[in-house]
């Protein structure tokens, strides 16, 4: 049962992206799409632009340095062992 829970929005994702516009009705929500389109894939892509992707000059620092400290943090929380380490992560 848990599992049907959390796999039920991922169904609807898969089946709703392989559905033409069209088709994308909250009545059809549970419905296979015939014949699968991947139009939407198209259209997105297409929408990105013809200089997608784009290197930045400079990166992200904003993201770099939480990208760092954040892979710092999971690093001494997975090595590091506390009395309530088994609770608190699992």
Known sequence: ???LWYLTPIYILLVTSLKPSSEVRLDQM???????SLDGFVAAWNALGPNFPQQPEAGNPPAIISSMLGSMNGYVLAKWKFRAADTLFT
Request: hydrophobic letters at 60%; charged letters at 0%.
């Open 30 to 36: 549970w419905t296979l799409p015939w014949p699968p």
């Open 1 to 3: 049962m848990f599992a």
